[in-house]
Nanobody
Framework: QVQLVESGGGLVQAGDSLRLSCAAS????????MGWFRQAPGKERDLVAA????????YYADSVKGRFTISRDDAKNLVYLQINSLRPEDTAVYSC?????????WGQGTQVTISS
């Protein structure tokens, strides 16, 4: 079992930056593909960034390319999401996910709110 805990969210102004963290415990973290998802009010949860094991092959949704950066520190069991040039439409609950084969683990999420 993998436990995930996100942190780093908050209320910020448009144009600001945030770094979200996802701390993992449990199984061998480095084997898992890690992703950051977000869910805005009234909308479905969408994948915004992902990285395969060892940080190879990153993915970004078109809406966040150039502003979001996903990274991982397998030695510390951490995954980060650096978010720059925040926009009001980035307001959402951000959750991290660990996936390996049929396994899929979620954290509780962290709220990011951007004021214009």
């Amino acid at each position: 079992q993998v436990q995930l805990v996100e942190s780093g969210g908050g209320l910020v102004q448009a144009g600001d930056s945030l770094r979200l963290s996802c701390a993992a415990s449990g199984r061998t973290f480095s084997n898992y593909a890690m992703g950051w998802f977000r869910q805005a009010p009234g909308k479905e949860r969408d994948l915004v960034a992902a990285t395969r094991w060892s940080g190879s092959n990153t993915y970004y949704a078109d809406s966040v390319k150039g502003r979001f950066t996903i990274s991982r520190d397998d030695a510390k069991n951490l995954v980060y999401l650096q978010i720059n040039s925040l926009r009001p439409e980035d307001t959402a609950v951000y959750s991290c996910n660990a996936a390996l084969g049929a396994q899929s683990h979620w954290g509780q999420g962290t709220q990011v709110t951007i004021s214009s």
